[in-house]
């Protein structure tokens, strides 16, 4: 199986640095993390450098490279506080997506995911190809929760 992006190139990059450096961890948050900055610096256990600088050591990065400018955007460098209700690193990226991925009321969204599996069967010699597709238009009706746009309205 395979994972393309068809749209917003890059993340799955900034994703996967995300993981590696820890952010999807359901830990408890060390009694130190204050900010997003000194998550950072706590994961990697490099300290007395900036937070950005330290997830480039942490993962091997050139510091210019589009996936930390993505963090930067989603602000896991900054000074700001952590607020009380995250208890963990997964909790602190949570609270940042919401803050950035807002839709505008009139705003649309379209999820689009397609998995293409291959089979084999050796007994027999010959294989298949089997394709699942998902299209989310949110046509849900009003008053109804739709998972699929959990930012909306946000």
């Known amino acids: 199986m395979s994972v393309e992006e068809l749209c917003y190139i890059g993340w799955s990059e900034t994703v996967r640095g995300m993981l590696d450096l820890g952010l999807y961890s359901i830990e408890p948050l060390e009694q130190d993390c204050r900010t997003p900055s000194e998550l950072i610096q706590n994961l990697t256990g490099i300290e007395n450098v900036p937070a ?22 989603l602000g896991l460098f900054d000074d700001d506080a952590i607020p009380t209700w995250c208890k963990s690193p997964r909790g602190v990226v949570s609270d940042l997506f919401l ?24 007994s027999r010699g010959s294989n298949a190809l089997r394709v699942s597709t998902l299209v989310d238009r949110h046509r849900s009706p009003p008053g109804y ?10």
């Open 52 to 73: 950005r600088k330290a997830a480039a050591e942490h993962l091997n990065l050139d510091n210019s490279l589009a996936a930390l400018i993505r963090l930067q955007w």
């Open 99 to 122: 803050k950035k991925l807002v839709h505008e009321p009139q705003e649309k969204d379209l999820v689009v995911m397609q998995r293409r599996y291959e089979i084999l069967y050796p």
């Open 145 to 154: 929760w739709d998972p699929s746009s959990a930012f909306k309205g946000r």
